[in-house]
Each structure stands twice: as structure tokens, then as C-alpha cells.
């Protein structure tokens, strides 16, 4: 009867103790697959930035070019663009400067020559493109594939946006694509000194609660305009980015209307506006 009784306590403990390593087994699953949906998400917000700033670059790169030289002219059928404050000052200091390097390097004839490039276009140009090439050549070099050919800057980025299938499988390679080209969209736009067009929308922020929504037709998105706005996602740009705007692209003003008490048919009316409101 001992026996029967050592027998029975026996099995009662490993039916214990396999439970328990069950639930154990279970509990490490679910914390894997949180993590897993975590970095899964943290990646979708990734390339869908870089998707946005490449954009961005794409659009605005070429400017640069038109920009290099001041006095040229606007485009056939295109009225002039209005002069941005300080822009001429600017020029005219640029000219100073080249100018006196060229005479310094016997370049020139002083009162005889073309008017002289502007150097912080050339220098943003000139970042810009080695910037893309480095980019490409790392990601490349990252997936083990073979090096890029040559080509400009508009079409390595193309190739660029067409290897992020590949991308998503390496966060840190993903979080470093991002940056690098959302710093150089951001110097193209510095430079050109381009102020994007900001259209008021009603409703308020779901993360900050703040009147700060704003549709930038431009990229046809809205943003919310308030510095101090944090959101409680992990993954957000927000968490380490003090430039950081929180973003709606066209696939989530649904959701944002929902949210925030703006109507979707105000937001598509927005992005048509091409008159800038008082922010």
C-alpha cells in the first residue's frame, strides 16, 4: 500500500513539474513573439520613413542643380520664385568669396568671367551624391551583393528603395538607411531654402492632444507640429530624434480621423490647398 501511495505522490509531483515547465515553455513563446511583433513593428515605421525622405530627396535633389548658378532662369511657362530673405546677401558674399579664390589661384581676370558658383550649393551637391554612393555600396556590401553600378544620385536611390524587401530582415542596416537619407533630404531642403507649404487642420493630436496638425501637401501627409509631442511607441522616431514629427501618410488618415476628431474629407481638401494658413 506504501508503494502504491510513493507511486501516486510521484506522479502527482512530475505532472507538477510538467505543467510547470509548460507554462514556463509557454511564457518564453509569448515573450519571443512580443518581441518579434516589437521588431517587426519597429521595422515597419523604419522603411516606411525611409520611403517618405527618399521621396523627399528624389523631389528636390535635382533643384539643386537648377540652383547652382545664381541669375538663371525660370523654367519656360514658370513665373519666378519670390526671393527668400537673406538670399541675396547670401549670393553676394558667395561671390566675394570665389572670386577671391579664383584671383588668389590665378583663375581670373579681375571684372572679366561668369558669375561664380555658389559653394554651398556645390557643397550640398557634392555630400549628397557620396553620401548616396556610400549608402548604396553599404547596403550592397551588407547583403552580400555585388557592387552597384555606376550611376546618379536619383537612380541609386530608386535602387536603393528597391533592395528594402531585403532591408527589413537587418534593423540596425534599416535604421542606419534611414538616417543617412533623412539627413541628406533634410540638407537638400536647408539648402534650397524651400519652405514646404503648411495647411491647418482641425481636430487634435492623438499622441499630445494639442492643436498641432498640419497637412504638408507636399508629401501628402499630415504631421503633428509640436515639438514636445512623445508617443508612447518604443519603436517611434520620437524616442531619440528631437527633429521628429509624428507622420500620417494617406493609407492612415483614416485611423487619424478616428483619432483625433478631423474628418478625412477636410484632410484631402487640405492637400489640394496651395494656400499656406497662419500656423
Known sequence: MADLTDHA???DRAGHTDRADSTSRTAVAAERADRSDRTDRTVELVLR?????????????PELSDELAPGRRSPAGTAPTAPHPGRDELIREERREALLLEQRHGLSVPGHGAAPIRLHISDAIRDITDGVVELEEAVCARLALPRPRRAGVIERLRRIVGLLDAVAAHPVLARHVRDEIRRMARRCARTL?????IVRVSGRCPWCDSVSLRAFPDRRAVLCVNPACVCTDAACGC????AYRHLWPEGAWTELTEASGTRTEEIEAAMDDTKETSC
Do not use: K, N
Not at 193 to 197: F, S
Open 49 to 61: 520613413d525611409i520611403a517618405l525622405w527618399t521621396a523627399s530627396l528624389v523631389r528636390q535633389f
Open 9 to 11: 505522490d510521484h506522479a
Open 193 to 197: 531654402g524651400d519652405a514646404e507649404t
Open 239 to 242: 524616442q531619440d530624434d528631437p
